[in-house]
């Protein structure tokens, strides 16, 4: 069976953040020669889904379309599935079949791990006991998708010495991170590390810079330190790898092929209130 996967990406009004991703697909294709890639975007780009499920329609027999996002808010649960609906109608004779996302995994746990390692050594090793973590994510109105963050801040909290760490998004939800800077120094915090839980660059990774470098110039006497976004970690590469396998082995044979929100009841009943969710999101942040 010819097989093509479709990578989605969130895409971003920073055009950089567009290439690395098209990067990152070039980079994946390259360490799987096997298969055939191809990649679109949800918004801010020139492929789009509807685009992107058609140039992969193109000559398969299966389109296996893999989201190249961590968290399952609307754009997982609702947004590409309606689009994968709709492309099964422009195209009844492929088989389109929806991996799951990314999610909050041990994978992620050890990019996160290496990357608090890293900005601990970059403000030369102090005493974790007195240094603040604060995991900063997109945010969301969905719930869900929320909670996936607040999961890995549990878990990285549990596989260190660190003794606060916090969870805080750029917008949608709170609390946004001066709040959570400002409870770590009452708290004692003479060092705060702020990990990014992104993907790529983009606007609101530009605004995170400006944020902390704001933050370390109201509050001299602490060291704020930045880490870096997951981006290129071999980890990422593993995860799109198993959930690839995941559709194909578990997946394919199945005459249901259901998608991971086939069915949802979720999906059924917030359907119309994500849309004025979805305008209000970017009308707050843009990507």
């Known amino acids: 069976m010819k097989t093509t996967i479709l990578l989605v990406g969130h895409g971003s009004r920073n055009k950089n953040g567009n290439r690395e991703i098209e990067a990152f697909a070039a980079a994946w294709q390259a360490r799987n020669p096997q298969w055939q890639i191809e990649t679109c975007f949800i918004e801010f780009a020139e492929v789009l889904i509807d685009q992107g499920l058609d140039n992969a329609a193109k000559g398969a027999e299966r389109v296996i379309v893999v989201p190249l996002i961590l968290n399952a808010a609307g754009h997982v649960k609702m947004e590409i599935p309606h689009f994968i609906a709709d492309g099964r109608k422009r195209h009844p004779g492929v088989e389109f079949i929806y991996a799951r996302h990314l999610g909050a995994t041990e994978r992620v746990l050890d990019i996160l791990k290496r990357n608090l390692r890293k900005v601990m050594a970059e403000m030369d090793m102090p005493d974790p006991k007195n240094s603040g973590v604060i995991l900063l994510g997109r945010g969301s109105s969905d719930r869900v998708a929320n909670g996936e963050v607040a999961k890995m801040a549990r878990w990285l909290l549990e596989e260190s ?51 902390v470098a704001r933050l370390q110039t109201q509050y ?20 799109l790898n198993e959930r690839v396998a995941e559709a194909a082995g578990d997946m394919g044979d199945s005459p249901l092929k259901m998608m991971e929100c086939d069915g949802c009841l979720y999906r059924q009943q917030a359907e119309a209130e994500h849309h004025h969710h979805h305008h209000h999101e970017h009308d707050e942040v843009t990507a």
């Open 161 to 211: 010495e660190h003794e606060l760490v916090d969870i805080a998004f750029t917008g949608i939800t709170h609390p946004r991170l001066e709040t959570a800077v400002q409870r770590q120094l009452a708290l004692g915090m003479r060092q705060v590390a702020i990990l990014p839980y992104y993907l790529f660059t983009g606007t609101l990774i530009e605004r995170i810079k400006c944020q």
């Open 220 to 239: 001299p006497q602490i060291t704020f330190s930045l880490g870096g976004y997951f981006g290129f970690e071999d980890e990422i590469y593993t995860l």
